[in-house]
């Protein structure tokens, strides 16, 4: 069998994805459930296919096995799509590194899937059991039974069988997926291109009972999926596994975009580099080679633009594509339940990022809809949620500071649409919350009341008073534990041995710019009498400034102060 056995199965692969991509899409549950890896299996592999196409173009079809073989790892590299996508082109690597001969047979099949389990394990930085990476590692160990002489297609349906087995085991050893009742999708996509490569060498698909996709649920665990050791290959073969609690074990990864790109240029201690890089900004780390010069890279982050810039430290980049996965959810709507249409659908509504009873109470009486923030951080996920379940066209959101510019931005990529305008208030505090809840007017155009609250927030001078936990070095000097320090924003400005003293040096400080009104929000550790003590402070010392002042219980600081 020559060259043209792997064409057969490039394409009858094509075909295969083709017919089950919508069933493999519908499995996809880790590590994003984004409902996508038949798709990107089926690009992949129509990428490697593509290239073949190419390369029979100007070889005159004599179809040499390993350059076809080659030219089958670098489409499928360069046109990788996806976490499987990107493993699906080592298994085609794997096929070429091991095609020495003039001939497709045992021997290839054999070392091209022990050489691609061994090229998986070195891309993937953090390696978690019941994935295709085990589906994979199974084929490999049934493959790797059968002596050089035996006939191809033995060696080829028992790889494919191994392959199906292991595939119904995956439910009992990823937590996601028993809880789901699913088999892993990226695994059912192996299944298929490996019974093509059946297909390809017998004339025949594998004579096998259909395999049970949907299982009964199992309660979820109380523990994340973690990585559990994997059969490692012979050291002979270069493998360099990469353990050790990562992010991409755990199930629902808290990411906002998938990027992948190519590198040219480079060398493998710069994109070791790179991975280290990429590990510090995300998870689902996968980096591939090509086997001449050129990597895949795949990575799921917050923080797409610092992906790329570590690529470009890297070598020369190209072929960037990012996804966002909240705009993926809001389009298929995975993330969050559907909203009842009220009948004040038509209504603006607010969402205030909140900490502290009396705060919740504060923002709750003037209209706004309370998002928590007390004992964990908001989450993307919580806010796109819950500017989704009010039902609004127009939702005003005051983050509070609680998130970042950021993931503000993809949270409102996702939740607007056609028929919902969703709009960000820069409010970095909720002294500046309040300001700008004062001047809202839902008669105005959302625009027009977005753009006036913005500028009741940008127009209040912010600080805050706190205990200092430990000692530290800031722009002022050092403080030591239980200093009183005064922030402005974020940048500390006072620093006094009791909270009394530092509250004083911070009002007169912001006043000494002006201002006509003093809000003191007291949080839930301020010492008993220091609001009345400020407030006497800010009479005696600035007198015609208004002080108002309310108890929002906020946990950290000792207060809140917005001057305006």
């Known amino acids: 069998m020559d060259g043209r056995v792997l064409e057969s199965w490039a394409r009858t692969a094509v075909a295969g994805l083709e017919k089950r991509c919508e069933e493999i899409n519908s499995l996809n549950v880790f590590p994003i459930p984004d409902s996508d890896t038949g798709t990107n299996l089926l690009f992949t592999m ?20 390993r350059q076809v073989a080659i030219a089958l790892a670098r489409g499928a590299v360069a046109g990788a799509r996806g976490n499987s996508g990107v493993i699906l082109s080592q298994v085609l690597r794997g096929v070429a590194e091991a095609a020495v001969t003039s001939a497709v047979d045992t021997r290839t099949v054999r070392t091209g899937l022990l050489m691609a389990t061994n090229l998986v394990t070195d891309a993937v930085s953090y390696l978690v059991e ?31 069988d191994a392959a199906a087995s292991a595939l ?32 390809a060498v017998t004339g025949a698909p594998p004579d096998r009972a259909p395999i049970a996709l949907h299982v009964p649920r199992r309660t979820p665990s109380t523990h994340r999926a973690q ?16 353990p050790g609690p990562g992010p991409d074990c755990e199930d629902g990864s ?44 795949h990575v799921h982050c917050t923080d797409a633009g610092a992906a790329v810039e570590a690529g470009l430290a890297a070598g020369r980049i190209h072929g960037i594509r990012v996804s966002s996965f909240l705009v993926d959810a809001r389009d298929q709507g995975w993330l969050v339940p559907p909203v009842r249409t009220r009948p004040d659908q038509g209504e603006r509504g607010i969402v205030a990022v909140v900490a502290g009873d009396g ?29 989704r379940q009010m039902g609004r066209t127009e939702v005003l959101v005051l983050p509070n500071g ?3 510019a950021q993931e503000l931005v993809a949270v409102s990529a996702a939740a607007r649409d056609a028929r919902h305008e969703v709009l960000l208030l820069a409010t970095s505090a909720m002294v500046q919350g309040l300001a700008s809840l004062a001047v809202h007017d839902p008669e105005r155009e959302a625009v027009d009341d977005a753009f006036a609250m913005s500028e009741a927030a940008a127009a209040t001078r912010w600080g805050s008073l706190r205990i200092a936990r430990e000692r530290a070095l800031t722009y002022v000097g050092t403080c030591e534990p239980g200093d009183g ?21 911070l009002v007169d400080l912001v006043l000494g710019a002006g201002g006509e009104l003093v809000t003191l929000l007291m949080g839930s550790e301020a010492p008993e009498g220091l609001d009345t003590e400020l407030a006497d402070h800010i009479s005696q010392r600035h007198p015609g400034v208004e002080v108002m002042i309310y108890h929002g219980g906020q946990p950290g600081d000792l207060l809140q102060l917005g001057a305006e």
Not at 141 to 158: H, L, M, Q
Not at 227 to 242: L, M, N, R, Y
Not at 361 to 382: I, M, N
């Open 254 to 297: 808290d990411q906002d975009f998938e990027v992948m790109y190519l590198v040219a240029q480079s060398d493998d201690d710069r994109m070791a580099e790179l991975r280290t890089t990429l590990n510090a900004l995300g998870d689902s780390i996968v980096i591939v080679g090509d086997g001449g010069g050129g990597w895949s890279v």
């Open 168 to 199: 119904t085991r995956t439910p009992s050893q990823l937590d996601v997926l028993g809880t789901a009742g699913v088999v892993d999708a990226g695994g059912l996509g192996l299944v298929v291109i490996l019974d093509a490569l059946v297909t």
């Open 359 to 387: 705060a919740a109470e504060l923002f709750a009486s003037e209209g706004a809809t309370v998002l928590r923030c007390d004992d964990a951080p908001v989450t993307r996920a919580q806010l796109l949620g819950i500017i």
């Open 46 to 65: 129509r990428a490697a296919l593509g290239a073949i196409d190419e390369y029979a173009g100007s070889d005159g079809g004599t179809k040499d096995v």
């Open 130 to 160: 019941g994935t295709i990476v085990t589906v994979l590692r199974c084929a490999a160990d049934a493959a790797a039974e059968f002596p050089d002489e035996a006939p191809i297609a033995i060696t080829a349906r028992a790889a494919a």
């Open 227 to 242: 990585p559990v050791p994997v059969s490692a290959p012979p050291a002979s073969q270069g493998t360099h596994a990469h």
């Open 402 to 404: 609680a998130l970042t």
């Open 485 to 505: 320090i005064g922030l402005m924003g974020h940048e500390v400005i006072v620093i006094e041995p009791d909270a009394v003293a530092a509250g004083r040096r």
